[in-house]
C-alpha cells in the first residue's frame, strides 16, 4: 500500500488551508516525501499510516510529541466480529490515532483517544488513492471528546493521515 519516495503535498495541506469541504485536493501546496511510516513531520504534525496507531502528548504549543507506534485492527473497520481490538486507551494526558479499513466495508477508519481533562480539535488531511494514485486532500474532522473517543470514516482506501493543530474547544461538537 505505500510507494516510497512519492511526493506528496499531504502535510502543507494538512497545515495551510483553512477548514475545508471533505476531498478538496490542493494540488498547489509545497510537496514532501512520503516516507510509508507513522512518524512526526514538517509543521510539527503526525503521521499515522494504514493499520497503526500513535500515541502521542501535546506539548505547550499544542504540538504533538510521538510517544508510541503501535500495530494492530480497528474492530470498527472491518465486519463484526472478524478482528479484535487490541488498542486500550491511552493514559490520562495523551492522545491516540489509529487508522484501518476493509474491504469488506468499503470505507477507511481513523479513531482519535483523548485522554485530556477536556475537547481538543485537530486539522487533518489525508492520502488517498484515487484512480490508482496516491493524491493529498484536507478533511473536516470533528473534535475528540474530554477522556472520550470520536471516528472518522472514508469511502476510499486511505494510505496515511496527518495530523496537526491541536486545539482547546469548549465544545465537543465543534468542527473544523
Not at 6 to 26: E, F, W
Not at 108 to 119: A, Q, R, T, V
Not at 121 to 131: F, N, S, W
Amino acid at each position: 500500500m505505500q510507494r516510497p519516495g512519492l511526493l506528496v503535498s499531504l502535510m502543507a495541506t494538512c497545515l495551510a488551508t483553512a477548514a475545508a469541504p471533505a476531498a478538496s485536493l490542493a494540488d498547489d501546496a509545497p510537496a514532501l516525501s512520503f516516507s510509508g511510516k507513522s512518524e512526526m513531520v514538517e509543521g510539527p504534525a503526525l503521521q499515522v499510516v494504514f493499520g497503526e496507531r500513535v500515541v502521542f502528548h501535546l506539548d505547550d504549543k499544542g504540538a504533538p510529541v510521538l510517544e508510541a507506534v503501535e500495530k494492530g485492527p480497528l474492530a470498527m473497520a472491518h465486519p463484526a466480529g472478524a478482528v479484535k481490538e487490541t488498542f486500550a486507551p491511552p493514559e490520562p494526558g495523551k492522545l491516540a490515532v489509529a487508522l484501518d479499513g476493509s474491504p469488506e466495508k468499503k470505507a477507511s477508519y481513523l479513531k482519535i483517544w483523548n485522554g485530556l481533562d477536556h475537547p481538543v480539535l485537530y486539522r487533518a488531511g489525508v492520502l488517498a488513492y484515487e484512480k490508482g494514485e496516491l493524491k493529498p486532500a484536507t478533511v473536516r474532522v470533528c473534535a475528540a471528546p474530554a477522556k472520550g473517543t470520536n471516528a472518522q470514516t472514508w469511502p476510499a482506501p486511505i494510505a496515511a493521515v496527518v495530523v496537526a493543530n491541536f486545539t482547546a474547544v469548549a465544545d465537543a461538537k465543534a468542527c473544523g
